[in-house]
């Protein structure tokens, strides 16, 4: 891994408090940097387990984890970002897929979002090394298109992954094969935030299993400590907000604006409902047009996640749990639903 520069302009100065170190004391232990992480979700670890393999001599790590407020839990399908989120900490597939119940994803298939053009359903593969020159291709035919000419635009139609999807392959190839394979993955959410968990604390990282409750501000503004349940007040130099759309010290605590993106992303629901796992496991995730929105099917080892995005302008949850099961074929079943509801947007600083 490429060194980075710390993020501190100054040498330490506070330690991190601890349950089991109330004191916030460093008795006999070279002063380190602290960072605190607030939030256990994925962001949270998998803030923990970088900071961790790049910095663990440097810096204390703490991660404040509530037991009782949940984890969004959806996010199961991932880009190529994710694979090199692993390279870059040096963890193989074998290490965590078994694991996590992962399958891999080389592509998105569209179904059903191009009515009446004769278009069933299209592809978004991951462009890899080997699609150099048809990429090129893709680019040059949808600029024709674009003036008025009758050409393919079909991303399957030029790039590798396209063709590993429609075979219903996977992206691993031999040794020594002389290009790289873009690939992202499917996964079990909740195994995954378990693995990062496990990895972030052999480095070091120490879990705080409890509710921050106060936050206390230095008179400059910046983050002084977070007050946490039996007044366990934890100090830090960096504190990093992953409390998902709580977002408690982003924009509760330092005001920072969130800008929505309601205008033009209207999906602000999801109703989520897992069924058993496909007999043959698909490498890629399909997203199925419905009423108002989309429904995704995302193939793991175990089960397969499925769930509905739409906008509740102009749907109820009940009605879109309802399109859900009767897509599903699940108009009679007793599997029960999640609903979840979303701010779409960003925060204006991080
Ligand atoms: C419908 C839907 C589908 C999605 N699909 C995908 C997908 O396919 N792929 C993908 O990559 N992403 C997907 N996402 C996004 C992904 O789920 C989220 O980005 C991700 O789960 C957010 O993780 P997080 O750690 O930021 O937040 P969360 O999972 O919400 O975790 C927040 C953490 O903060 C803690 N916390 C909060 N307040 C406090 C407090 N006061 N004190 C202590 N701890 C606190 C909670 O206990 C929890 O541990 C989807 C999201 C939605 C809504």
Known sequence: MPSTTLPFATTPTHSTTTASDPSGSLSGARAKH????VGGGTAGWMTALLMAQQWREQVQISLIESPDIGIIGVGEGSTPSLKRFFSQLGIADSEWMARCNATYKVSIRFRDWSPGTGIASYSHPFIS??????????????????????????????????YLADAGLSPVTPPHFPFRIE??????????GQFLKERAI????????????????????????????????????????????RAELLQKTLGVKFDAFKANLLNDAAVVLPTSALSTLPPETRATALSTGWAWQIPLQHRTGNGYVYSRDFLSADAAETELRAHLGLLDSDIQARHLQMNVGQVRQH
């Open 34 to 37: 602290s960072i605190v992480i």
């Open 129 to 162: 090394q080997l699609d150099q020159v048809s990429e090129l291709a893709f680019y040059q035919n949808c600029f024709a298109r674009r003036q008025g000419l009758d050409v393919t635009t079909l991303p399957d139609k030029f790039l590798f992954n396209g």
């Open 202 to 245: 052999a480095l070091g990282v120490v879990h705080l299993p409890t509710t921050m409750q106060q936050v206390n501000l230095h008179p400059d503004g910046r983050i002084a400590s977070v007050v946490c349940q039996d007044a366990l007040d934890v100090h830090g130099e960096l504190f990093v907000d992953c409390t998902g759309f």
């Open 183 to 192: 690939y992202g993955y499917h996964f079990d959410s909740a195994l995954l």
